[in-house]
């Protein structure tokens, strides 16, 4: 059993900044793939980015290469989602996922409650 605790969400203005955090269980986490996704009001669950375990290749969503970074912490058990030049359709929940296998870059068997990110214009 994996847990994620999810960190960092919160208001931001329309071009600024914010790193969300999340806390993994397990002592393997090194070999976890973890990402985010995000679930906008009305709408779907979209991938944002994954880091794999091994090697720390990263996938991203392609709306938002260059405006957010995924990276980790195997010392912390953490995984950070760097989000600059936020835009209002930005505004979600995002959700932290765990593939503690470390071979999925999408299919997540654990997932956080989610942390409330609003961009205002």
């Known amino acids: 059993q994996v847990q994620l605790v999810e960190s960092g969400g919160g208001l931001v203005q329309a071009g600024g900044s914010l790193r969300l955090s999340c806390s993994a269980s397990?002592?393997?986490?090194?070999?976890?793939?973890m990402g985010w996704f995000r679930q906008a009001p009305g709408k779907e669950r979209e991938f944002v980015a994954t880091i794999m375990g091994s090697g720390g290749y990263t996938y991203y969503a392609d709306s938002l290469k260059g405006r957010f970074t995924i990276s980790r912490d195997n010392a912390k058990n953490t995984v950070y989602l760097q989000m600059n030049s936020l835009k209002p359709e930005d505004t979600a929940v995002y959700y932290c996922g765990a593939d503690p296998t470390g071979s999925s870059w999408h299919d997540f068997g654990y997932w956080g409650q989610g942390t409330q990110v609003t961009v205002s214009s």
């Open positions: 397990g002592r393997t986490f090194s070999s976890y793939a």
